[in-house]
């Protein structure tokens, strides 16, 4: 049988992450138990994706579009961080206030202005870091004492997640800022960890193991 790290952290390109895993949103409920699931059936294409609430509030609209490109997280990132434009004219600010007006859903738990004004400005450091000092695991940034010292599958759950479709695809699951300033950045390679592979792409890595082959895939370098 191919062999399976389910932990194991491997390196790609932000550009190979553009489709969201069609499971229920949010992706990463209970996501320590997640690591190495297999799943069959169309959880992989289907056009809608099943939503219930968030941990934190936050509606499903937020984080999705056809695309992760053209999230409104996404798009208010690239309005900050590319165009420079102030945080109080990006969409998040303003589908954030509409919410927290209209008693809708929060955006990450955000029930006030200054809240709202505080997750910018964590968003604002994230990017100052990852820009200056470069994309680090979670691991390198708990050995140095960057961010607060956590277990291991609860840093793993901290890295970008994703799932791999039937054909391979790299299927967006969590960790949507990092993501984004990572694409914003052109950085080469960032570190993800994978959540739940598609049953048929499972068969295809029994099958490049089974027959000695080589594969270029990212999930089946060490086979």
């Not at 470069?134 to 960057?146: A, H, P, S, V």
Request: with cysteine; net charge negative.
């Amino acid at each position: 049988m191919a062999p399976l790290d389910p932990f194991k952290i491997i390196w790609i390109s932000p550009d190979e992450i553009n489709q969201f895993s069609r499971r229920r949103y949010p992706q990463d409920r209970n996501v320590t138990r997640l690591f190495g699931t297999v799943k069959s059936g169309e959880w992989d294409r289907r056009s809608d994706i099943p939503t219930e609430p968030g941990y934190d509030g936050t509606p499903a609209y937020l984080y999705h579009a056809d695309s992760f490109e053209e999230t409104i997280i996404h798009q208010s990132l690239k309005q900050r961080f590319v165009d420079g434009r102030p945080w109080t004219e990006t969409p998040i600010v303003s589908e954030a206030r509409s919410l927290l007006d209209n008693d809708q859903g929060l955006w990450r738990g955000c029930d006030s202005e200054a809240a709202i004004r505080q997750r910018c400005g964590e968003i604002e450091a994230l990017y100052n870091q990852i820009a200056t000092d470069g994309y680090r695991t979670q691991f390198d940034l708990i050995e140095q004492g960057e961010v607060r010292r956590v277990g291991f599958l609860e840093a793993l759950a901290n890295e970008v997640l994703v799932d791999i479709g039937r054909d391979g695809e790299f299927l967006f699951a969590n960790a949507r800022h990092r993501l984004s300033i990572a694409k914003i950045l052109e950085l080469e390679m960032i570190p993800v960890v994978i959540l739940v592979r598609h049953e048929k792409w499972m068969d295809e890595r029994e099958r490049v193991y089974s027959d000695e082959a080589i594969s270029e895939h990212p999930d089946m370098r060490e086979l």
